[in-house]
């Protein structure tokens, strides 16, 4: 009794001494500051993480694609049907908007392991631990850039024009990308500490998909729903990317949104990176 007592004892005191840490705001910053400024070296090997993936294969990356291509292809037979509406007027946006969550669901699902997928290299080398939240945002833009193909094929085949607005998807992968650093930053810190973090999140995504207007329009609910479905972070993310591949200008509130979301976001994940840091390798 006495031995579980003090193992009790010790825990508490363990748990209030983390909390009671002084916030290093300086080395939180100085870590996202060099992190950033190394990017010969996560670019370097974002592609190479892509190339691992499918090495020894004829078609490399282009498997994601054609997985995703085989994927839309198969889905646009039945759900046209049910939303009564054309293949052909549907294929394009359910294409834009599958490559769009992909792309997001990522980056969240791959951020909460961030930190644990790179114990090995956390707890042997001192480096910036942002390194690894930039390569893998970049690894997913790269099979972004691979998945966006399967957009314009779509959009060639069906002779749909998208003007200059098409541009606008640069604009929207920024958002995407400065969204999925801070994202990977403060889930990877929680899911470090907490394993059940990843498979929760990832159950999350699932029920999200099918909650998001990815595979059905907003339009074709009433109203007065809108207001509560736009709520959806997720929603503002995938429009930001969506529209401009369909030849559209997102709405304004999607950008003052993802923008406002980014700001605050980041201040929350830098919070949680000053505080809680230096505890990541003890967590690995």
Same mark, same amino acid.
């Given at each position: ?27 939180? $910053?100085?870590?996202?500051?060099? &992190? ?8 370097? #090997? ?13 078609? /490399? ?7 995703? +291509?085989?994927?839309? +292809? /198969? ?13 052909? &007027? ?6 834009? &908007? ?19 997928? /790179? +114990? ?11 390194? #690894? ?12 850039? %691979? ?17 200059? %607005? ?15 650093? $801070?994202?990977?930053?403060?889930? +990877? ?36 729903? %809108? ?8 929603? %503002? ?8 591949? #369909? ?17 605050? &976001? ?16 003890? $967590?690995?």
């Amino acid at each position: 009794m006495a031995t579980e007592a003090r193992s009790a004892t010790r825990s508490r005191i363990r748990r209030l001494q983390l909390f009671s840490l002084e916030p290093q705001y300086a080395v939180a $910053w100085d870590d996202l500051r060099r &992190g950033f400024m190394e990017w010969p070296i996560w670019t370097r #090997l974002g592609w190479q993480d892509v190339k691992r993936r499918y090495r020894r294969t004829m078609l /490399g990356p282009f498997w994601a694609t054609a997985s995703l +291509g085989m994927f839309i +292809g /198969g889905m646009v037979f039945i759900w046209a049907p049910l939303f009564k509406t054309t293949v052909t &007027g549907y294929l394009p946006f359910l294409a834009a &908007g599958m490559v769009a969550w992909t792309l997001i669901s990522s980056l969240v699902n791959e951020g909460c392991t961030t930190y644990a997928n /790179g +114990g090995n290299v956390i707890t042997q080398l001192n480096f910036p631990y942002s390194i #690894l939240n930039y390569i893998l945002v970049w690894r997913n833009i790269i099979v972004f850039f %691979h998945n966006v193909l399967i957009v314009v094929v779509v959009n060639l085949a069906l002779s749909i024009s998208v003007g200059a %607005h098409v541009l606008l998807v640069i604009v929207g992968l920024l958002i995407v990308a400065v969204n999925g650093v $801070w994202m990977s930053v403060l889930l +990877g810190i929680i899911g470090a500490r907490y394993r059940d973090i990843p498979p929760f999140v990832a159950n999350v995504m699932q029920v999200l998909m099918f909650i998001t207007p990815v595979f059905w329009n907003l339009a074709q609910l009433p109203a007065t729903t %809108h207001g509560y479905l736009k709520l959806n972070y997720i929603l %503002h993310l995938i429009e930001v990317l969506r529209a401009p591949m #369909l030849g559209q200008v997102p709405e304004l509130s999607s950008y003052v949104i993802t923008i406002g979301g980014a700001v605050v &976001g980041w201040i929350v994940a830098f919070v949680f990176f000053a505080h809680f840091r230096r505890r990541i390798a003890y $967590w690995l």
